[in-house]
């Protein structure tokens, strides 16, 4: 669970990154979860694009795509959402919260 702090840190550090990732008109599939996982394990912190055919508003969008992903929800800025968890892997320069 993440602090109004660690939020506002990420939030912060998100404004400066491009969306990695597109939900549009066929909303959200097993494939896609399995491709933002991979992005997600890669980066720690993501922000993706709701698109405007998309059947769900960012705001009911992030809590169910943190959901599949084992993620924290930062925020519902418009059509973003922005995701953060801690990757496992080494290799990866982890934020600092």
Known sequence: ?????????L????????????????????VQIQELDAVLSKRELIKISVLKGCDYTADELISVVADELNAEPVAAIGNKIIIYRCSTDKSVVHIEL
């Open 1 to 9: 669970m993440l602090t109004s702090k660690q939020r506002a840190k």
């Open 11 to 30: 939030r912060g550090i998100a404004s400066n990154i491009d969306p990695v990732f597109q939900i549009g008109k066929g909303n959200l599939s097993d």
